[in-house]
């Protein structure tokens, strides 16, 4: 068995069990339709403005009036943004946890595995626990740079070599904190408790050679995966809509975007069929993520030690 097949897992799933999609979508789908009724109503023209506010139009808000006029609306669009995250992330943790209870082999798939228990809850604490290591790295390194950069801001040149040092330090910790950590969610599933130190002990270079897995590369290749699920649904999806021509990615994008201006223009054809596409692409794309995270914990933990 090769070091990356573990990235295949979520298509396993599919395969082995293709009712799982339909009872997965349908459960995005509310998420969706929550997540856009949230947005119209509580500020849909804001978000139409922000939608349609282009590159060039930034670039020409050329002093501080035009800037704070321009991006005024983001000031009443942030709690309804706030909202959809909150509700989005808890309807990903429910589809993560039946993503794992599908990888982890249990036997009562009933409702495509969708529970709602404690579960689901240390799912959603697990994913936040990591995006908040993320972020204190990020401040972290911030701070540092800032510091160094506060130093050697009377030389223009060396500020310029800090920023590129600064972005790569940034990319390279950013990433290898995520792989380090990214086993908790079946972690905490398959042991009922959140263990970070257990999460990283398990990606430690001598539990993934005994495991015979290359978590990067994995991760390389699922995450590939991922996106061409993503852009050849979103083709396929932006072809429904009448009088569209896709001929590039902007125009795909453009055909799909949803019209939040008002709640009664959430029936509007485009906005229904992005409601469709993210329906089938989140359940997709998180099969396959955590899919793979699931499947190369399986490999690690049945060698892993913790000296």
Same mark, same amino acid.
């Given at each position: 068995?090769?070091?990356?097949?573990?990235?295949?897992?979520?298509?396993?799933?599919?395969?082995?069990?293709?009712?799982?999609?339909?009872?997965?979508?349908?459960?995005? %789908?509310?998420?969706?339709?929550?997540?856009?009724?949230?947005?119209?109503?509580?500020? !849909?023209?804001?978000?139409?403005?922000?939608?349609?506010?282009?590159?060039?139009?930034?670039?020409?808000?050329?002093?501080? @009036?035009?800037?704070?006029? =321009?991006?005024?609306?983001?000031?009443?669009?942030?709690?309804?943004? #706030?909202?959809?995250?909150?509700?989005?992330?808890?309807?990903?943790?429910?589809?993560?946890?039946?993503?794992?209870?599908?990888?982890?082999? @249990?036997?009562?798939? @009933?409702? =495509?595995?969708?529970?709602?228990?404690?579960?689901?809850?240390?799912?959603?604490?697990?994913?936040? =626990?990591?995006?908040?290591?993320?972020?204190?790295?990020?401040?972290?390194?911030?701070?540092?740079? !800032?510091?160094? !950069?506060?130093?050697?801001?009377?030389?223009?040149?060396?500020?310029?070599? %800090?920023?590129?040092?600064? #972005?790569?330090?940034?990319?390279?910790?950013?990433?290898?904190? #995520?792989?380090?950590?990214?086993?908790?969610?079946?972690?905490?599933?398959?042991?009922?408790?959140?263990?970070?130190?257990?999460?990283?002990?398990?990606?430690?270079?001598?539990?993934?050679?005994?495991?015979?897995?290359?978590?990067?590369?994995?991760?390389?290749?699922?995450?590939?995966?991922?996106?061409?699920?993503?852009?050849?649904?979103?083709?396929?999806?932006?072809? %429904?809509?009448?009088?569209?021509?896709?001929?590039?990615?902007?125009?795909?994008?453009?055909?799909?975007?949803?019209?939040?201006?008002?709640?009664?223009?959430?029936?509007?054809?485009?906005?229904?069929?992005?409601?469709?596409?993210?329906?089938?692409?989140?359940?997709?794309?998180?099969?396959?993520?955590? !899919?793979?995270?699931?499947?190369?914990?399986?490999?690690?933990?049945?060698?892993?030690?913790?000296?």
């Amino acid at each position: 068995m090769l070091m990356t097949d573990f990235a295949y897992e979520g298509f396993r799933l599919i395969r082995q069990r293709p009712i799982l999609i339909l009872y997965w979508g349908l459960f995005y %789908l509310v998420c969706v339709a929550l997540s856009l009724y949230v947005i119209a109503y509580m500020a !849909g023209p804001e978000a139409m403005h922000m939608m349609t506010l282009k590159s060039e139009d930034i670039m020409k808000m050329d002093t501080q @009036e035009h800037i704070s006029q =321009g991006l005024a609306p983001f000031s009443r669009l942030w709690p309804a943004l #706030f909202v959809a995250i909150v509700i989005n992330s808890v309807f990903n943790a429910i589809l993560g946890a039946a993503i794992l209870r599908a990888s982890l082999n @249990e036997s009562d798939d @009933e409702f =495509g595995y969708l529970r709602l228990g404690m579960d689901e809850w240390r799912q959603w604490l697990a994913g936040m =626990g990591l995006y908040l290591c993320l972020f204190a790295a990020m401040v972290v390194i911030g701070f540092v740079f !800032g510091i160094i !950069g506060g130093v050697l801001s009377f030389i223009p040149a060396l500020v310029a070599v %800090l920023s590129f040092v600064a #972005f790569i330090t940034f990319f390279i910790v950013l990433l290898g904190l #995520f792989m380090r950590l990214s086993l908790i969610w079946p972690q905490s599933f398959a042991d009922k408790r959140i263990d970070f130190a257990k999460a990283w002990k398990l990606t430690s270079p001598n539990n993934l050679n005994r495991g015979a897995v290359n978590l990067f590369w994995g991760y390389v290749l699922a995450y590939f995966l991922s996106c061409l699920v993503l852009i050849l649904v979103q083709v396929v999806f932006s072809t %429904l809509i009448p009088h569209t021509q896709v001929k590039s990615t902007n125009d795909m994008f453009a055909a799909l975007q949803p019209d939040l201006s008002s709640t009664y223009s959430l029936i509007q054809i485009n906005t229904l069929i992005y409601a469709l596409s993210s329906a089938v692409i989140n359940p997709l794309v998180t099969a396959i993520r955590l !899919g793979a995270t699931a499947a190369a914990y399986k490999q690690i933990s049945a060698t892993a030690q913790f000296d």
